[in-house]
T-cell receptor, first 114, second 114 residues
Framework: AQSVTQLGSHVSVSEGALVLLRCNYS??????LFWYVQYPNQGLQLLLKYTSAATLVKGINGFEAEFKKSETSFHLTKPSAHMSDAAEYFCAVSSPSNDYKLSFGAGTTVTVRA | DAGVTQSPTHLIKTRGQQVTLRCSPKSGHDTVSWYQQALGQGPQFIFQ???????QRGNFPDRFSGHQFPNYSSELNVNALLLGDSALYLC?????????????FGEGSRLTVL
């Protein structure tokens, strides 16, 4: 079985401040991990993915995430928040043992204060 | 290159009615997955179609059924609608075979059941 837990359903940051979104996973085999972003009334867009290469993954819009096997975590960060980062963010996991089916966390809503 | 397209974008039904949602996958993709996203929650896997057959299914009742056509497009059908079926229905496409599970999503079809 595989699952993800996103800590914090809502994060509020000031423009220019660090964005940190937490994700912990459980998987019986080495997982593939993803972060998706969803803007209001839109579908999901891939931010970045971990596929067993480098543990520090860089994505679009200045986001990056680090895979830490010992902590079973895949936290998402951005050094300096921009107003356009206001959206909902989803962590997701897949693995060969589950035929690569993507399982999503409950999501974290990010608001950016001017 | 066209991405994943879904129709209709919005629709309103009443309890007990039936609904059909449509999806065209990204060019070159042969696998279609459907997800239900209730308000304030992460996407939940409904089922996946490949080679015109249902390959995987999530924890959804038989009222939810689907179809994939030879051109890889897909339909999601929901019978005997309940109020709880109100949600954003997301279609996602991918390539079959060994991969990471990365999905490309459409904008979704928002279903409201009154």
């Amino acid at each position: 079985a595989q699952s993800v837990t996103q800590l914090g359903s809502h994060v509020s940051v000031s423009e220019g401040a660090l964005v940190l979104l937490r994700c912990n996973y459980s998987s019986s085999v080495p997982p593939y991990l993803f972060w998706y972003v969803q803007y209001p009334n839109q579908g999901l867009q891939l931010l970045l993915k971990y596929t067993s290469a480098a543990t520090l993954v860089k994505g679009i819009n200045g986001f990056e995430a680090e895979f830490k096997k010992s902590e079973t975590s895949f936290h998402l960060t951005k050094p300096s928040a921009h107003m356009s980062d206001a959206a909902e963010y989803f962590c997701a996991v897949s693995s060969p043992s589950n035929d690569y089916k993507l399982s999503f966390g409950a999501g974290t809503t990010v608001t950016v204060r001017a | 290159d066209a991405g994943v397209t879904q129709s209709p974008t919005h629709l309103i039904k009443t309890r007990g009615q039936q609904v059909t949602l449509r999806c065209s996958p990204k060019s070159g993709h042969d696998t279609v997955s459907w997800y239900q996203q209730a308000l304030g929650q992460g996407p939940q896997f409904i089922f996946q179609y490949y080679e015109e057959e249902e390959r995987q299914r999530g924890n959804f009742p038989d009222r939810f059924s689907g179809h994939q056509f030879p051109n890889y497009s897909s339909e999601l059908n929901v019978n005997a609608l309940l109020l709880g079926d109100s949600a954003l229905y997301l279609c996602a496409s991918s390539l079959a075979g060994p991969n990471t599970g990365e999905l490309f999503f459409g904008e979704g079809s928002r279903l409201t059941v009154l």
